[in-house]
């Protein structure tokens, strides 16, 4: 990236500084608001989408060692950040709303464990 290498490890990072600053301005200019929900939700998916859509654009314009702009990487992770921020507290508000009292702690243990298998297991997605 600008002539210099930069270490695979690097892209570790990349997700969590996006988090932060996407999570920043979401916090300050965005009032939760059950009437936006809907509408966050689908920008959500929308960003991620957009992400994918990035990615394969990478593929495509990879050279004949298989190697690809750093660009593509950088900006398909800080959308799907920003898609994450949009969609996750939505899923978890609907969980707790539409869980019965006695085992809504058991829904959102659910559905943590589950975010935690697709996307924090050292595995991989399972």
């Known amino acids: 990236m600008f002539g210099i290498t930069i270490p695979s490890a690097v892209s570790q990072s ?7 600053i996407f999570g920043i301005l979401l916090g300050a200019y965005s009032k939760f608001s059950r009437d936006h929900a809907t509408i966050k939700f689908v920008l959500g998916i929308l960003t991620m989408l957009i992400c994918f859509f990035i ?6 314009n990879a050279n004949m060692e298989g190697k690809v702009n750093y660009m593509y990487l950088i900006t398909s992770i800080a959308l799907m950040g920003l898609g994450e921020l949009l969609i996750a507290p939505l899923v978890k508000e609907q969980a707790t709303i539409l869980a019965p009292k006695h085992i809504r702690g058991l829904v959102m243990g659910i559905i943590l464990l589950a975010v935690f298998i697709m996307i924090g297991s050292p595995v991989g997605l399972v």
Do not use: K, T, V
């Open 14 to 20: 990349i997700n969590p500084i996006f988090i932060i």
């Open 55 to 60: 990615l394969y654009i990478g593929c495509l």
